[in-house]
Structure formats: structure tokens, C-alpha cells
């Protein structure tokens, strides 16, 4: 009988449970909406913007200096994911160096997640201008071409 009563009350408890959750769940989802982590969006307008900054010596320099001070303790010096920071915040790169990494991104795409953040990466906002944020983007491009022609046939 006591056991009888034990799962009778067990059995009420986790309805009860699974009652509170699925009501936790429902009042949570319209406030994350747009600048939450898992639901990142970028607007198509986002997506098909043009790069005005055409990729240039001088440009590429001027956007390594700051990838050196900004970029590199994640992405590390080569574009390969590979900074010095990455294990002790247990982050998953891309290596650029291989082209297949950025394919599917638009130019416009790698200009909003800049600008924006991704994830555990900062956006750097405005503290950029946009023509050196223009700049970041034919740089992160340029990892792969780079090194297209040097790398190992492995
Ligand atoms: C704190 C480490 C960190 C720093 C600093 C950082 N990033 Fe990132 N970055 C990341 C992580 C992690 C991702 C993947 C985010 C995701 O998809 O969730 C990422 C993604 C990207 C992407 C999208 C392509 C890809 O590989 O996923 C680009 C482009 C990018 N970062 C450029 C930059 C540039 C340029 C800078 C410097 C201005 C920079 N990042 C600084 C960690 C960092």
C-alpha cells in the first residue's frame, strides 16, 4: 500500500515537473529573439552588401596591424584558428587557410560578424572605421589565397 502511495505521488510530482518546464519553456522564447547566441541572424540586406574597399597592398597592411592586436590571440597570426588563447577559452576555429572555411560567407556576412561579434568573439563596433573594417575582410580573405600556393600537398 505505502508504495502504492510513494509512485502515486511521484507520478504527480513529475507531471507537475514537466508542467512548470514546458510553461519555462514557452515564456522564454519570445525574449530571445534577435541578438541571442543561437538564434544569430543576419538580414539579407546584411548578406548582399558589396565590399567598396578593392583588396590593396597598403589596405592589407594597415588591416594586419590591427588583426595582430585584435584578431590574432584567437585566429592566430596565419588565419589558421590557431591563437594563443583558443584552448583556455575553448573556442572552435576555422582555418582560414583553407578556402573551403569561408565559402558559403558572403563579404557582407564576414563585414557584419566584424562588426558584430559571433558567439564568444567581440564585434568591434565602431571603434573601427568602416572603410578598415572593409579592409578586415579582403585580409581574412586573403589567408587563403596566400597560402594557396605554398601549402603542402598533404
Ligand atoms: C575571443 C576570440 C576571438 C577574437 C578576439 C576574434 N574572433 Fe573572430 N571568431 C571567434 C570565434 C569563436 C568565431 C566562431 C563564432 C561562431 O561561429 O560561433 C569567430 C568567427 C569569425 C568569423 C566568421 C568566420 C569563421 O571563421 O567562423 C570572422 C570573419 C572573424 N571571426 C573575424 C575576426 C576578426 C577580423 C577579428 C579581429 C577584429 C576577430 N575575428 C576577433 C573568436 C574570436
Not at 53 to 78: F, N, Q, T, W
Not at 98 to 104: H, P, V
Request: one cysteine or more; proline letters at 5%.
Amino acid at each position: 500500500m505505502r508504495k502504492a502511495w510513494f509512485v502515486l505521488v511521484a507520478i504527480f510530482a513529475s507531471s507537475l515537473g514537466i508542467a512548470w518546464a514546458k510553461q519555462d519553456a514557452t515564456q522564454e522564447k519570445p525574449k530571445d529573439t534577435p541578438a541571442s547566441t543561437d538564434g544569430y541572424k543576419i538580414s539579407q540586406e546584411d548578406i548582399d552588401k558589396k565590399n567598396p574597399v578593392k583588396p590593396s597592398p597598403e589596405g592589407l597592411a594597415a588591416a594586419r596591424k590591427i588583426y595582430g592586436y585584435d584578431c590574432a590571440m584567437c585566429h592566430g597570426p596565419k588565419g589558421d584558428g590557431k591563437g594563443d588563447i583558443v584552448d583556455s577559452m575553448k573556442l572552435t576555429m576555422h582555418d582560414w587557410r583553407d578556402a573551403a572555411s569561408l565559402e558559403g560567407k558572403t563579404d557582407g556576412e564576414i563585414f557584419f560578424i566584424i562588426t558584430k561579434g559571433k558567439g564568444k568573439m567581440m564585434g568591434e563596433g565602431d571603434r573601427l572605421p568602416e572603410t578598415m573594417r572593409w579592409n578586415m575582410v579582403n585580409l581574412v580573405r586573403s589567408y587563403s589565397k596566400r597560402d594557396a600556393g605554398d601549402k603542402p600537398a598533404s
